[in-house]
């Protein structure tokens, strides 16, 4: 299956949606479909994906619980980011978390494995810590907008470091688990998702 006709059309979507986002009059009809913009990222991978397996299917399972599970603690403890309130733009939540926010954790964790192991990195751990910081970076572009677009809030004067170092020892747990279960790397919009999202969030910083 040709995966040219997907790449056109998230790049029409992003280039859209850069403009939705930054311009006041448009700004809430493209906000309000966010969330199912996420769920576009994540059934792309998983259509485009090679080599299915039991593994894809428990990697896939666990990021999205293990996601989930990190969101749910630091909203209701508060003991990691301070105060962590989700606006209503990522849409229906349940225990303070937005349902897509697990399905983010999915896209980012398997869009990261999939380009960390397309390197020549023998050393897993080394592949690891790449991966988990590309999931770092993406996500720290993405808290710089957060408040702006309603995305979330946290209270912690050192929110983004907070936010970074519980990403990357989460993140780096997920890149170790998608070796260990030996999940198929083969996955051509992996680059395409990972790059868009992170090309089209420094878009929104630079000119929101």
């Known amino acids: 299956m040709s995966y040219v006709p997907a790449v056109i059309l998230l790049m029409i979507i992003y280039m859209a949606s850069l403009v939705g986002f930054t311009t006041p009059h448009q700004q809430a009809w493209y ?21 299915w397996s039991k593994s894809v299917l428990y990697f896939g ?15 209701q403890t508060a003991s990691l ?15 303070g978390v937005p349902l897509v926010m697990p399905i983010y954790w999915f ?23 790449f991966g988990a910081v590309l999931m770092v970076l ?29 990403w990357f020892l989460v993140g780096f747990a997920l890149q170790y688990l998608f070796i260990r279960l030996n999940t198929s790397s083969k996955n051509p919009m992996a680059v395409y998702v990972y790059g868009g999202l992170l090309i089209f969030f420094v878009g929104v910083f630079s000119f929101l």
């Open 107 to 129: 896209v980012n964790a398997l869009s990261t494995a999939s380009l960390a192991s397309k390197l020549p990195l023998k050393n897993s751990w080394v592949r690891c810590t």
């Open 81 to 95: 980011y301070g105060t962590y309130i989700f606006g209503k733009t990522l849409g229906i939540s349940f225990l």
């Open 138 to 166: 993406l996500t720290a572009v993405i808290h710089q907008v957060a408040p702006k677009l309603d995305f979330w809030s946290m209270s912690s004067n050192n929110s983004l470091i907070r936010l970074s170092l519980v």
């Open 61 to 75: 399972a666990s990021a999205i619980l293990i996601g989930f599970t990190v969101e749910a603690l630091t909203v």
């Open 31 to 51: 906000l309000y479909y966010t969330p199912y913009f996420i769920l576009l990222n994540a059934l792309l991978l998983l259509v485009y994906q090679k080599e």
